[in-house]
């Protein structure tokens, strides 16, 4: 005897209640559920686009090349869900802050483990090249207090708009990186240079994408900062300068209101002389929050 069906047959009107039931003996409950819920958006979403078989190819080939462009160094799945918004609503979702505390942004690909530890004061800018910046200001807690002992580890991109990593041999290693340790009362400050604004890897198929849709490939200039500290939330931000031509259009949305420094141009030769600058140069202070482990 033919036994009977659970489930019935695919058809077009059943087909994710057909493939859902199917995964009913998965071996992990999230794995079950995460599908369940990609399985049901996805045939949503093939319904209501209803691809031709040359769509669906196009869309499968796509995914191959995305894949085939990666390697040791190229991420291009990533770089798809930063130009997705996905990176961005993942680092929102997992980075509820309390309120008063600095808020998060992508990490990105161009972070690089074991940057030296440098003396407060220190210029990150190895070359000399670009506009000088003196950048400052406090880790805090959220009621104020300084944070002792909190690690700034700072990456930038230089004045054309490249992180060493993308210019071996033309920048000197760890140029325009350092980690910084705050004393008692909770000051950081360094200098490096202004930077620029600069496209993510836009010469695959994530580039492609951008183009076909109008879109540019470029990130507004900024620095990064993972700032973390004995008893709180580690923190991984940036800060950007809200004149950039860029500032309203973010490749990757990484931009928040709360995260746009001041890039003070000084031209004044005692002011740079007490920073260990010649004028002019940037300055730039700006504070960080960071949030108890706790969450208070
Ligand atoms: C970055 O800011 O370094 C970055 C972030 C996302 C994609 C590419 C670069
Ligand atoms: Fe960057």
């Given at each position: 005897?033919?036994?009977?069906h659970e489930y019935g047959y695919f058809t077009e009107a059943d087909s994710a209640d057909v493939v859902i039931a199917r995964n009913k003996?998965?071996?992990?409950?999230?794995?079950?559920?995460?599908?369940a819920?990609?399985v049901r958006?996805?045939h949503e979403?093939?319904k209501?686009?209803?691809?031709?078989?040359?769509?669906?190819?196009?869309?499968?080939?796509?995914?191959?090349?995305?894949?085939?462009?990666?390697?040791?160094?190229?991420?291009?799945?990533?770089?798809?869900?930063?130009?997705?918004?996905?990176?961005?609503?993942?680092?929102?979702?997992?980075?509820?802050?309390?309120?008063?505390?600095?808020?998060?942004?992508?990490?990105?690909?161009?972070?690089?483990?074991?940057?030296?530890?440098?003396?407060?004061?220190?210029?990150?800018?190895?070359?000399?090249?670009?506009?000088?910046?003196?950048?400052?200001?406090?880790?805090?807690?959220?009621?104020?207090?300084?944070?002792?002992?909190?690690?700034?580890?700072?990456?930038?991109?230089?004045?054309?708009?490249?992180?060493?990593?993308?210019?071996?041999?033309?920048?000197?290693?760890?140029?325009?990186?350092?980690?910084?340790?705050?004393?008692?009362?909770?000051?950081?400050?360094?200098?490096?240079?202004?930077?620029?604004?600069?496209?993510?890897?836009?010469?695959?198929?994530?580039?492609?994408?951008?183009?076909?849709?109008?879109?540019?490939?470029?990130?507004?200039?900024?620095?990064?900062?993972?700032?973390?500290?004995?008893?709180?939330?580690?923190?991984?931000?940036?800060?950007?300068?809200?004149?950039?031509?860029?500032?309203?259009?973010?490749?990757?949305?990484?931009?928040?209101?709360?995260?746009?420094?001041?890039?003070?141009?000084?031209?004044?030769?005692?002011?740079?002389?007490?920073?260990?600058?010649?004028?002019?140069?940037?300055?730039?202070?700006?504070?960080?929050?960071?949030?108890?482990?706790?969450?208070?």
């Amino acid at each position: 005897m033919i036994e009977e069906h659970e489930y019935g047959y695919f058809t077009e009107a059943d087909s994710a209640d057909v493939v859902i039931a199917r995964n009913k003996n998965a071996k992990d409950e999230r794995l079950k559920a995460v599908m369940a819920v990609l399985v049901r958006k996805l045939h949503e979403a093939v319904k209501e686009i209803e691809p031709t078989q040359e769509e669906w190819f196009r869309a499968i080939l796509y995914l191959t090349e995305t894949g085939q462009i990666c390697n040791e160094w190229r991420q291009e799945f990533i770089l798809l869900s930063d130009v997705l918004g996905v990176s961005m609503l993942v680092d929102a979702i997992n980075n509820r802050k309390p309120s008063g505390a600095s808020e998060s942004t992508v990490l990105g690909p161009f972070h690089v483990a074991g940057a030296p530890e440098l003396p407060m004061g220190a210029d990150i800018c190895l070359d000399q090249k670009g506009e000088p910046m003196f950048v400052h200001g406090h880790i805090l807690d959220t009621k104020g207090n300084p944070i002792a002992g909190a690690k700034i580890d700072v990456w930038q991109a230089n004045d054309e708009g490249f992180y060493d990593v993308q210019q071996k041999g033309l920048q000197p290693d760890f140029n325009l990186r350092g980690v910084f340790r705050t004393g008692e009362d909770g000051r950081y400050w360094f200098r490096g240079v202004k930077p620029k604004f600069y496209p993510i890897p836009d010469d695959g198929p994530v580039g492609k994408l951008l183009g076909a849709l109008g879109r540019h490939p470029y990130r507004p200039a900024h620095l990064h900062y993972i700032i973390s500290a004995e008893g709180f939330e580690t923190l991984t931000t940036h800060i950007f300068d809200p004149d950039d031509r860029y500032i309203d259009s973010d490749a990757v949305f990484g931009v928040k209101k709360s995260l746009l420094a001041e890039f003070v141009p000084v031209n004044d030769e005692a002011a740079a002389a007490k920073v260990g600058l010649s004028a002019p140069f940037y300055d730039v202070a700006f504070d960080f929050v960071l949030s108890r482990a706790d969450k208070s």
